[in-house]
């Protein structure tokens, strides 16, 4: 699949909470960053959007920009050499791509592609690492931001060999209304199977069972969670312990 460009849509932010255009920030990393920090970084950063089913990266891609996710969903898929594929971690308004830049490294062992249109910050991998001895907050939360996704996809990774469909669906719909912000998520079965790494059916019956228990409704192309909590009963504990561990990472941040 050819990646399509990402197309920017203006060249610098002002040094507020929002850019010139009236884009409001929300990715986690970029907010409230310290005023000399910003005034380094944000006139390096591009706004731009992100269409579904864009590819940033495949596998051993040389990494060239780092993306700030600023809205919508970004997966980060394992592919094997038969093209099969299966989701080991999600990205939104919390995170960025291109993470193994920070660590010195040039390209990618992930294909990352938008499943739910998103906008981001974007900025040549290159001069974000010339910025970052002037950023210090800005590189601490760019390490913080690698530990989480590490503890994530390890975490899904045991998740997608240990638990029924029906509960790694819960947890994934879970995961995927934090990043958006939102309890209605725009996907087809025919994703969510590619996404679980299991076949269509059992996304069909896994889906009707949450449906039946009144957790989610369903139509086609869009999942509703309809009672949240019931939900994060019928996940597996992964969704949990993944909620607790950067719970208790952010409150012994500095």
Known sequence: MAANRAAPVRPSLRLTQNDGDGNRIHNQILIDLPQKEREVLFPKLEFVRLM????????????????FCNGGLISVL????????????????EGLVGLPLIA????????????IEATAFRIDGEKLLDLLPQCPT????????????TMEVTQIAACNRLHEVEQRLARWLLMSADRIGSDAVPLTQELLAQMLGTRRASVTVAAGFLQKAGLISYTR??????????????????????????????????
């Open 104 to 115: 010195g490294f040039r390209t990618s062992a992930t294909r990352t592609i938008v499943q």
């Open 78 to 93: 394992t592919v094997f050499s038969d093209g099969k594929s299966v989701e080991v971690g999600l990205i939104g308004k």
């Open 138 to 149: 800005l590189e601490r939360r760019l390490h913080q931001a690698s530990q989480i996704m």
């Open 52 to 67: 579904v089913h864009q590819i940033l990266h495949e596998p051993g891609d040389t990494l060239k920009s780092v993306y």
């Open 221 to 254: 192309g869009d999942v509703k969670i309809v009672d949240r909590a019931g939900l994060e009963d019928e996940a597996c504990e992964c969704y949990r312990i993944m909620q607790r561990q950067i719970r208790d990472w952010a409150r012994g941040a500095k």
